[in-house]
Every structure is written in C-alpha cells, then in structure tokens.
C-alpha cells in the first residue's frame, strides 16, 4: 500500500523481570515503524499507578514519546494532581484520560465519576500544557443508556479539553464509519484514531470483548473456534482479518492506527508489513 500512515501502540506495565525485559524487546521491535507514541495503561483502581509511571519514564530515557494513562476511578483530585506534577517534572506532554475501570468487587469512589470530570480537573490544573486523548465507542459504552446519550458524553469529554480520541477496538469497519458521521452530526471536531485489536486466541478475545461491548462479529467468531487449539493457524487467519480492517480504514483516510499490542510485537508486525506491502 502506497499510501504512508503512522502508528501508536499501547503497553501495560510489566511486574515481573520477565516481563520487564520482554517489554523492551517489544518497544525496540516495534521502533521499526517509527511509532508516533507508546501508551502505556493505568490498571483499574490506579492499581498499576507506580508501575506505570516507572514504565513511562524508562520509554522516554529510551528517546520514545511516552504517554501515560490516567484514570478517574478511585482517585482523589490531591492523587491526580501528584501525578500531574510528576508528569510535568519529567516533561511529559501527552496523556490518556479514562473514567477507568472499578476494581472487581469494589464500589466506586474517588473524586471523579465520569471522564469529562477527569479532563476538566486535568485543564483546570495545567491548562494547555498536556495533549489529551480521551476513549471514544463506535459501538457504544457498555454502561450507555442509549446511542445519543453515549455520543453525548463523548461530546461532554471533548467539550472539557480533550483534544483527540482513540476507539474501542472493533471489527467491524462500518461501526467506525457510522460513528464518525455520528460524531459530524454532534458538531464533534477532532481526531479519532481507530483502536485496533489482533487476534491471539478467541477465548482471550471474547474476554475483552465482553468486558468493553465489542461485537465479535458470527462469521468471525465461527471461523476462529473451527482452528480449535491450533493456534499458528488461527493467527495467520487472524492477520489477514485485521490487515483487511486496516487496510479498509486506511482507505478512509484515519489520521493513524492505534494497536493494542498485550505487550507482544510479532503478530502486529505481520499486520503493518502486510498493509504497507512490504
């Protein structure tokens, strides 16, 4: 494919050595593609909110752009505004603000309830120094009480700061498409970056896809179950589904691809060699 596109991936902060070092290996295969920036999550309940930090810093010493999540769930506005300070001390521009997930068995707390109250006390602290991204659903939030409430409060969330968005993953390009001129209707103007899933293993995927409302398509869900253990097969099949996805969007003009890597980088790789043709 001719036509020159840029990248973005997102990590979770490893806790073991292992996983330390698979990490970096990670990064530095995926620095093949030049890589706008490395995202790297903040676990339910700020539960990785050391980890991530440490795993953001080291990115950076690295030479990438490094770009933490923040999520409002369970944290206090003295907590978010400690970690606004380390971030700005380490100059650090570019974040990912979440309402985040409530922590199994837990009741919601903190200060922040939904996301768009997280990204006002975030402009409210530090103005325009930080570049927001905020999360955005072409098939809608889980928790959205209908379609127009959920667009809605993503418009909520840009209207208090955010600067651009990245999407659930999705399967199904004409959600995405669907969505944006949704997005068009609502007077919402800025980017959204498509989230981009692979394929590793379907009970994985339907995990994930249940935990966040993303529809595993039948025809799709149907072919990966006949691989049954073997897995080789299944993410070679897996690749070509997601290349065409890329490729689809590719050609709608997205302004870039955001993946969502699980810390590995050979399968994705594969994706980005086939749709650049190389």
Same mark, same amino acid.
């Given at each position: 494919?001719?036509?020159?596109?840029?990248?973005?991936?997102?990590?979770?902060?490893?806790?073991?050595?292992?996983?330390?070092?698979?990490?970096?290996?990670?990064?530095?295969?995926?620095?093949?593609?030049?890589?706008? %920036?490395?995202?790297?999550?903040?676990?339910?309940?700020?539960?990785?909110?050391?980890?991530?930090?440490?795993?953001?810093?080291?990115?950076?010493?690295?030479?990438?752009?490094?770009?933490?999540?923040?999520?409002?769930?369970?944290?206090?506005?003295?907590?978010?505004?400690?970690?606004?300070?380390?971030?700005?001390?380490?100059?650090?521009?570019?974040?990912?603000?979440?309402?985040?997930?409530?922590?199994?068995?837990?009741?919601?707390?903190?200060?922040?309830?939904?996301?768009?109250?997280?990204?006002?006390?975030?402009?409210?602290?530090?103005?325009?120094?930080?570049?927001?991204?905020?999360?955005?659903?072409?098939?809608?939030?889980?928790?959205?009480?209908?379609?127009?409430?959920?667009?809605?409060?993503?418009?909520?969330?840009?209207?208090?700061?955010?600067?651009?968005?990245?999407?659930?993953?999705? %399967?199904?390009?004409?959600?995405?498409?669907?969505?944006?001129?949704?997005?068009?209707?609502?007077?919402?103007?800025?980017?959204?970056?498509?989230?981009?899933?692979?394929?590793?293993?379907?009970?994985?995927?339907?995990?994930?896809?249940?935990?966040?409302?993303?529809?595993?398509?039948?025809?799709?869900?149907?072919?990966?179950?006949?691989?049954?253990?073997?897995?080789?097969?299944?993410?070679?099949?897996?690749?070509?589904?997601?290349?065409?996805?890329?490729?689809?969007?590719?050609?709608?003009?997205?302004?870039?691809?955001?993946?969502?890597?699980?810390?590995?980088?050979?399968?994705?790789?594969?994706?980005?060699?086939?749709?650049?043709?190389?």
């Amino acid at each position: 494919m001719a036509k020159k596109i840029s990248y973005s991936f997102e990590f979770f902060p490893p806790n073991t050595p292992e996983g330390i070092k698979n990490l970096a290996d990670t990064r530095q295969q995926l620095s093949a593609f030049k890589p706008e %920036f490395y995202s790297v999550t903040f676990g339910a309940g700020g539960s990785t909110r050391d980890r991530t930090l440490e795993t953001v810093l080291e990115i950076k010493k690295e030479g990438f752009n490094a770009v933490p999540h923040i999520s409002g769930i369970s944290s206090t506005k003295a907590e978010i505004k400690t970690l606004l300070d380390q971030y700005r001390q380490n100059e650090i521009k570019h974040l990912v603000a979440l309402r985040g997930d409530v922590p199994q068995g837990e009741v919601p707390s903190g200060d922040f309830k939904h996301a768009n109250e997280l990204v006002s006390f975030i402009r409210q602290e530090t103005n325009d120094y930080f570049h927001i991204e905020v999360a955005a659903y072409p098939e809608y939030h889980p928790e959205a009480a209908s379609a127009q409430i959920d667009i809605q409060n993503f418009k909520n969330k840009v209207a208090a700061g955010a600067n651009s968005a990245i999407t659930q993953f999705f %399967f199904n390009a004409d959600a995405y498409f669907r969505f944006m001129d949704e997005c068009l209707i609502a007077d919402i103007d800025v980017p959204i970056i498509p989230g981009v899933m692979p394929i590793y293993n379907i009970k994985q995927l339907a995990r994930f896809a249940s935990n966040c409302g993303a529809e595993i398509p039948r025809w799709l869900r149907i072919k990966l179950e006949s691989y049954g253990d073997d897995l080789p097969s299944l993410r070679s099949y897996g690749v070509d589904v997601i290349s065409e996805l890329c490729e689809t969007l590719i050609g709608w003009d997205v302004p870039s691809l955001h993946f969502y890597t699980l810390n590995q980088a050979g399968i994705i790789s594969r994706i980005i060699q086939n749709i650049e043709g190389t």
